[in-house]
């Protein structure tokens, strides 16, 4: 004959029951904090080593500029209008830094090698201020580069047999250590943009 439980001794059964349940959810809880979002290993893929060739034809790494911040900045000198409109103001925050600007870099990593030889990059990046690197390479170098900043880049025919580039309009703000801080918001002064610059100085 099955004992029935009385009304005392089923209460530490349910208090267990309940300490149980919380337990457990507030493990959940940890762990998924811990855990964190996405953004956290997303941000730390970004940026890694490349080896390109910058407009006067000299090899340049990243190394080249650890121990500065740097911002980055890929495109194509065909570009009608986002990348000079984003070149010309990069080079305002630039002249803004003053004699900071030597402590600094900003690199313009071409996604359209086939047409930006340092040639075509030297004349073109003529326009903006000197401080400003153009880097280009074979089209291998250029993907390794493209990927370690998790750029999109496509190639989009035309009509008339010529063709654009569809392309990440991302500046990516690096620190001294070459690490990912965050994209470079140019829609600000470049008063305050150089100044947020000089904190990672």
Do not use: W
């Amino acid at each position: 004959m099955s004992a029935r439980l009385r009304p005392a001794s089923v209460l530490p059964i349910l208090a267990a029951f309940v300490c149980g349940l919380v337990l457990v959810f507030g493990a959940i809880v940890y762990f998924t904090a811990r855990s964190g979002s996405s953004v956290g290993p997303a941000i730390a893929a970004v940026g890694g080593p490349f080896h390109l060739t910058d407009q006067t034809g000299k090899p340049v790494s990243d190394q080249d500029f650890k121990g500065r911040p740097f911002l980055v900045f890929f495109g194509y000198t065909h570009c009608p209008d986002i990348c000079p409109t984003t070149l010309f103001e990069i080079s305002e925050v630039i002249k803004k830094l003053g004699s900071d600007a030597d402590r600094t870099g900003a690199i313009f990593i071409t996604v359209d090698p086939e047409r930006d030889t340092p040639a075509a990059l030297k004349d073109y990046l003529s326009n903006f201020d000197p401080h400003l690197r153009g880097l280009t390479g074979d089209p291998a170098a250029v993907e390794a580069a493209i990927k370690a900043y998790r750029v999109y880049a496509k190639k989009v025919p035309l009509k008339d047999g010529d063709y654009t580039m569809d392309h990440t309009a991302v500046v990516y703000l690096m620190d001294k250590d070459g690490h990912f801080v965050a994209p470079f918001n140019l829609k600000q002064t470049p008063e305050a943009a150089a100044e947020q610059l000089r904190r990672y100085l």
